[in-house]
Antibody, heavy 115, light 107 residues
């Protein structure tokens, strides 16, 4: 059974940092291109970041809205992908999903940025 | 960035109706267009990938078509369980982008 489980969300003040973790199982993680996608309280989906596989030199891509503040990374030995979020803003408040964008999605984790 | 515009934003139809949802890209996306269904409280679920390929396990009443900048998701016979919001998503070029969604309701 395929599982993607996001953890690390919560309430954080503007300007602070948070790191999300997505632990996966049930598929060949090392070959997968992994993404973070978020959904705002208004229900709009926004692609956040992507990391390719080792064969693609772990290339990374970001939405303009998070470039320079967020960093996506992966640990193939742990079948996990991460999202380090720095300098958080209130508009980063959303449910964050870990996904392959194709078959597999996590259940999502809530991040609330508020003073 | 490629902007994805979905229409209509809300669609109300009767059970058994043929329903068409539209997605227009601001530039050619070379058929790299996915459709997702999202029900209340759930993660999005892939229905169609690369314009017209039905994801495994998805009922055959769902189909996709299009090219260039214009894409369509069709439900041939609307069922009560199809109530959801539908999003298109382009993965032709970075940054990848979603449409704003079409909320599908039953009359």
């Amino acid at each position: 059974e395929v599982q993607l489980v996001e953890t690390g969300g919560g309430l954080v003040q503007p300007g602070k940092s948070l790191k999300l973790t997505c632990a996966t199982s049930g598929f060949t993680f090392s070959n997968a291109w992994m993404h973070w996608v978020r959904q705002s309280p208004e229900k709009q989906l926004e692609w956040v970041a992507q990391i390719k596989a080792k064969s693609n030199n772990y290339a990374t891509y970001y939405a303009e809205s998070v470039k320079g503040r967020f960093t996506i990374s992966r640990d193939d030995s742990k079948s996990s992908v991460y999202l380090q979020m720095n300098s958080l803003k209130e508009e980063d408040t959303a449910i964050y999903y870990c996904t392959t964008v194709a078959d597999y999605w996590g259940q999502g984790v809530m991040v609330t940025v508020s003073s | 960035d490629i902007q994805m515009t979905q229409s209509p934003s809300v669609l109300s139809a009767s059970v058994g109706d043929r329903v068409t949802l539209n997605c227009k890209a601001s530039q050619n996306i070379n058929k790299y267009l996915n459709w997702y269904q999202q029900k209340l409280g759930e993660a999005p679920k892939l229905l169609i990938y690369n314009t017209n390929n039905l994801q495994t396990g998805i009922p055959s009443r769902f189909s996709g078509s299009g090219s260039g900048t214009d894409y369509t998701l069709t439900i041939s016979s609307l069922q009560p369980e199809d109530v959801a919001t539908y999003f298109c998503f382009q993965h032709n070029s970075w940054p990848l982008t979603f449409g704003s969604g079409t909320k599908l309701e039953i009359k």
